[in-house]
């Protein structure tokens, strides 16, 4: 079977650690911040987004100032008029200000949109798991999809609620669960070695295993 990109994508992800959906999203978010700080800056199309979601998530305004080499600049034009802006919306405080005064303010600072990173993160997310749905009846992508090591617990649930065939989803069920068995043994015998009697076996595949199970579990750091 002919795969898509994004399907392509994901077999080559099979091979790597971690979630597939959850490494593919960290390059494609990291690529969407460096043309957005580097090209589309003075887009005022950017500026009206920023503002309206009153800056950056957390997650993504520190991505972008520790992991974008020369951000400074970009984030004072945006954050500049994003700062101006919102002293516009609140309006002149007073210390004797009413109810009307707080009323205003709160409705100032409220976002009217959401983050543009997560926007473009969400929007990946969900290309991505159609894609992962869409060839895993496949017998040579399902294949190494069960050799990885699959989705982590959010992008398993979020796959369960796309609108996708019934037995795509119990063939990706299926490997999932067979992935989290074979960790889950891993995970007993890393306990089991841990003991000082058997201090003298060296640890094999299993020596890894409470990393992966964090990133089974919790996914891929500083994605969401």
């Known amino acids: ?27 494609s978010v990291h690529a969407f911040i460096e043309g957005l700080m580097y090209e589309y800056v003075n887009e005022p199309s950017t500026h009206f ?24 600049l970009g984030i004072a034009l ?28 709160a409705q100032a600072l409220a976002p009217k949109g959401p983050c543009l990173i997560c926007t473009h993160r969400d929007t990946a997310e969900a290309h991505l798991l159609r894609n992962l749905l869409e060839y ?5 992508f399902a294949a190494r999809f069960g050799a990885s090591a699959g989705l982590c617990l959010e992008h398993l649930r979020q796959a369960l609620a796309v609108n ?21 043994r891993d995970l007993a015998e890393f306990v089991r070695k841990s003991d000082y009697q058997f201090a003298d076996e060296e640890l094999g595949r299993e020596a890894d295993s409470p990393r992966r199970a964090i990133q089974s579990f919790a996914g891929a750091k500083g994605l969401r």
């Open 1 to 27: 079977m002919k795969l898509s990109s994004r399907a392509f994508d994901l077999y080559q992800a099979f091979e790597q650690p971690g979630c597939p959906v959850c490494r593919l999203l960290e390059e």
């Open 49 to 72: 987004a920023v503002r309206d979601a009153r800056g950056f998530c957390t997650t993504h305004a520190w991505h972008i100032l520790e992991q974008i080499n020369a951000s400074a």
């Open 78 to 105: 945006l954050y500049e008029g994003l700062v101006r802006n919102l002293l516009e919306d609140m309006g002149q405080m007073k210390p004797d200000g009413g109810r009307r005064q707080v009323m205003q303010a």
């Open 136 to 140: 895993i009846t496949d017998n040579d």
């Open 164 to 184: 996708a065939p019934l037995p795509a989803k119990n063939r990706l069920l299926t490997l999932q669960q067979a992935i989290w068995q074979q960790l889950q």
